[in-house]
């Protein structure tokens, strides 16, 4: 694991001004909210191609499913809470019902928005894309994950969701055989007694976890789910059957995440012992963004704390 740390919403904005200078039809929307979502990257290389639909978010998707209706390769850009929140009815209609191919670059998920409070923290966006047909929806763990996903997502035909985050992270996928592959799992760790998949922020802190495990004689294997569906099951069902119990950790409700497709891969193909770890059914709270981590048990030490609860 790298020492340098980098927000994924940082990411987000180099990789769509890289891709801006391979293809012409990249066409980046964002909602008054450039600065903080790192779309002034793009708008500052083309400005042409940068659409400030200002606080409109419904609006801002309308517009975008009527530009890949003409060709374009649409990216909007907002808040998590906004995007998945507030635009749902017109992703879920305008967008992913004639599966038109937009993206969605959502920022500032998670508690790990910090200060922002409750009414920001989106815990629950996974969840609302998850339930629309068609949509492929993605988490990505660090920079170089990031930068990889924007490439896929706009190389895959049809909807996908992205989630990005305020806070930086360590980067952690910095290795030459890396490869991001939509609906493939990586495992970054072997283990025998127990399988921990994460995803996003928590991915970092679950191979600290890990190694804080070993020290007890604990085997912990460490899979990285940044894409949320299509989920890898083959991979959740290897380890099921390969190791006794399995944990997930998400910065995001227990509800309707990684945490429940997880569970509803492994009662269906594998029925195995799981501990969902993650924001507990409650709203965030205003704080900064590493003591909210560590407050709701998401950092190394919670997540190790409640491994050892139930193991």
């Known amino acids: 694991m790298s020492d340098v740390k980098i927000a994924t919403r940082d990411s987000y ?9 391979e293809f012409d039809n990249l066409v980046v929307l964002d909602a008054d909210l450039a600065e903080a979502t790192k779309t002034a990257v793009f708008k500052k290389a083309y400005p042409e191609r940068h659409i400030d ?7 801002m998707t ?10 374009k390769v ?9 995007a998945a929140g507030r635009s749902y009815e017109q992703i879920r209609n305008s967008i992913a019902y004639p599966h038109l191919n937009v993206k969605i670059g959502a920022t500032h998920a998670g508690i790990s928005v910090g200060e922002d409070g409750a009414s920001h923290q989106c815990n629950e966006d996974l969840a609302l894309m998850r339930t629309i047909p068609g949509m492929v929806v993605i988490n990505p763990s660090d920079d170089v994950e990031a930068r990889a996903a924007v490439r896929a997502a706009y190389e895959y035909v049809g909807p ?26 990586v495992t970054l760790k072997e283990g025998s007694d127990i399988t921990i998949f994460a995803t996003g922020l928590c991915v ?6 890990s190694e ?10 460490v899979i990285n789910i940044h894409t949320i569906k299509p989920i890898d099951k083959e991979l959740i069902v290897k380890a099921a059957k390969e190791t006794k119990q399995l944990i997930t950790v998400e910065e995001h409700s227990i509800c309707g995440g990684l945490g429940s497709a997880v569970a ?5 193909e594998c029925p195995t012992k799981l501990t969902r770890i993650g924001v507990e059914d409650v709203f965030g709270e205003s704080g900064p963004a590493v003591e909210l981590i560590h407050k709701y048990g998401l950092d190394a030490e919670g997540i190790y704390a409640k491994i050892k609860a139930v193991i």
């Open 62 to 71: 309308g517009i975008a499913a009527g530009l890949s209706t003409c060709g």
């Open 212 to 221: 804080m495990l070993e020290a007890d004689g604990v085997s912990a294997r």
């Open 74 to 82: 649409p990216f909007i850009s907002t808040f998590a809470m906004f």
């Open 160 to 185: 996908v969701y992205m989630r990005f985050g305020r806070l930086a992270v360590p980067v952690i996928n910095d290795n030459d055989d890396y490869k991001f592959e939509i609906g493939k799992g």
């Open 204 to 209: 970092s802190e679950a191979l600290k976890t």
């Open 53 to 59: 639909c200002g606080i409109a978010e419904a609006n």
């Open 264 to 268: 509803e891969v492994i009662s269906e």
């Open 13 to 21: 904005g180099k990789a769509l001004t890289e891709l801006g200078s």
